[in-house]
């Protein structure tokens, strides 16, 4: 079985040059090469979660290679429950974007793009995931970081190059703070793998390893989008396709909340910085809500509210009890779910009413009752109204907060009601204005063909329909002054709003539903499952003797 463990970072890389071969000339086998691979790294996925839940960590030292000179890939409890929730989510996602081009004709070379980039990303997120050393996170982080910007620049339209050039500013900062963490790490302990830090970086001074943890804890900060290091988020996401959005949205901010969740377990117990990450959560709750409330654009409303429930999962990690790692583990793998959920019936939202701002919607319940019914039930979720899953994972923390007891402990269960109660307003609010109320005199008609200024560089009309600091200033209707679609299609260009969605959108936003709902009817085994992920990383011998052979 530990021969598997690989297998989720080599299959989409070797399929990534199956797509670039043959992709720009057999568009249908790139379609199938990608998502049979995905399939494949799926069910892999869940095989080794079962694997490790009934047997232990399983571990494999590439090239046989003992560390600290090999590349050790490590998959526990916590990671196969990633690597699973993860796959289902991005193979959902590349449903949908498959979807997505077919229904606009995209046939250019961007499009042929898109795939290889796809995988990559996939194969970084899963590197992540498996990784057993300081060293091969960073590899993942920097595979994940080639991939982003090519993904969020797609089409090459102005929104998307100044959002992707942000992006990429604040990766690159962090990447450097990361590579310096890893050679002051390397010289202090002369190791970067996990097990062997585990060990040695408690012999280490005080002083040396709150530096350490500091600077790690900053570096996955930034990744996770915690306040004050959330800032970039955003402006960087609503921009970019709806597939890429949501994917971004709901599983790459995840990935920093693993990596604070592995080292604060593995590496530096005893929970010497749990009030700073307990002041982070609560403002990381409290300004991305309150950002969310002041917004009227979907796509930045979802964005601010992706801030505030990272604060949760801070929250859980800054407890560092068993309970608190629990609900965390059960908060991370709803929030990934539900969030990408919710951006892509913000992309089908778009399609059929030719834009993301609440104030140029309306009537979408009456007239389209499915796309209705597929926002309602992730909105709910995220709102955590029960018995959605959303309601499990934060009554756990709270649960965790008062077994606590800590003044810091108990300002955070409060912090976490009023978040959840305005994150159920800002639900309502959303719903009031796209779905309940009669559609809006601007909306675009049915047949409004929207296009960007990349489409028609003539044309330089500053009106009343530009709305600055949306990401969609530069889109106007041909037809009606109602569009605004720069990210509606995967090269930004032109779309045509419609009163039948695609269907393959429409069932891979379904089946993403479908998977929210899922954690809700298995519950009970979910939060059994995480119980034991964080007694695993509680305990951290049985990563090291599996890592270590002890």
Not at 7 to 33: E, H, M, N, Y
Not at 193 to 200: M, T
Request: charge should be neutral.
């Amino acid at each position: 079985m530990n021969a598997l463990v690989p297998l989720p970072v080599l299959l989409p890389l070797c399929a990534t040059g199956l797509s670039l071969a043959f992709g720009t000339r057999l568009k249908q086998f790139q379609r199938f090469i990608s998502v049979a691979v995905l399939t494949a790294v799926l069910g892999l996925s869940v095989a080794l979660m079962i694997a490790a839940d009934m047997n232990g960590p399983l571990s494999v030292h590439l090239g046989d290679f003992a560390p600290p000179l090999g590349i050790t890939l490590v998959a526990d409890r916590l990671s196969g429950l990633m690597l699973t929730v993860s796959s289902a989510v991005t193979l959902c996602v590349l449903v949908y974007s498959l979807g997505q081009g077919m229904a606009d004709r995209d046939e250019e070379t961007p499009v042929a793009v898109f795939h290889p980039a796809y995988l990559i990303l996939v194969a970084g997120v899963s590197c992540t995931f498996l990784a057993g050393d300081l060293v091969n996170l960073y590899v993942g982080f920097e595979i994940m970081l080639v991939a982003s910007f090519v993904l969020l620049t797609l089409g090459g339209t102005g929104p998307r190059i100044r959002a992707g050039s942000t992006y990429v500013i604040i990766s690159l900062f962090s990447s450097m703070l990361f590579l310096t963490a890893i050679a002051m790490t390397y010289a202090a302990t002369g190791t970067a793998n996990f097990a062997q830090l585990a060990v040695r970086l408690g012999e280490l001074p005080l002083g040396v390893q709150t530096l350490i943890q500091g600077m790690l804890l900053t570096v996955f900060a930034i990744k996770a989008a915690v306040f004050p290091l959330a800032a970039w988020l955003p402006d960087s996401y609503p921009t970019a396709p709806a597939p890429v959005t949501a994917v971004f949205a709901g599983l790459l901010t995840k990935v920093g909340v693993y990596c604070m969740l592995r080292t604060e377990t593995l590496l530096f117990p005893g929970n010497r910085l749990g009030d700073l990450l307990m002041a982070a959560a609560l403002a990381s709750m409290v300004v991305g809500i309150l950002g969310a409330v002041a917004q009227t654009d979907l796509k930045r409303l979802l964005s601010f509210t992706l801030i505030s429930h990272i604060g949760y999962m801070v929250f859980g990690i800054g407890l560092a009890t068993r309970e608190a790692y629990g609900g965390a583990i059960v908060y991370v793998v709803h929030h990934i779910t539900v969030q990408t959920t919710l951006f892509l019936v913000a992309g089908l939202i778009e399609r059929r009413g030719g834009t993301t701002e609440l104030t140029r919607l309306g009537g979408i319940a009456k007239a389209a009752p499915l796309l209705a019914v597929l926002f309602f039930v992730p909105a709910m979720n995220l709102a955590g109204i029960p018995p959605l899953s959303g309601f499990i994972g934060k009554l756990g923390l709270m649960r965790a907060g008062v077994a606590d007891g800590s003044v810091w402990a108990w300002i955070l269960v409060i912090g976490s009601t009023a978040t959840s109660l305005l994150t159920l307003y800002v639900m309502a609010k959303v719903w009031n204005l796209a779905f309940w109320r009669a559609a809006s005199p601007g909306q675009a008609a049915d047949g409004t063909v929207l296009e960007s200024d990349d489409d028609s560089d003539d044309d330089t009309d500053e009106g009343p329909d530009r709305m600055p600091g949306t990401g969609d200033e530069g889109v106007r209707p041909r037809h009606e002054p109602a569009g605004r679609a720069v990210a509606a299609t995967l090269h930004g260009h032109a779309v045509t709003t419609t009163t039948r969605l695609p269907r393959l959108m429409t069932w891979a936003t379904a089946a993403t539903v479908a998977l929210g709902l899922a954690f809700t009817v298995f519950a009970g085994p979910l939060t059994s499952y995480t119980d034991r992920s964080a007694a695993e990383l509680i305990a951290r011998v049985p990563y090291i003797e599996a890592v270590l052979g002890r």
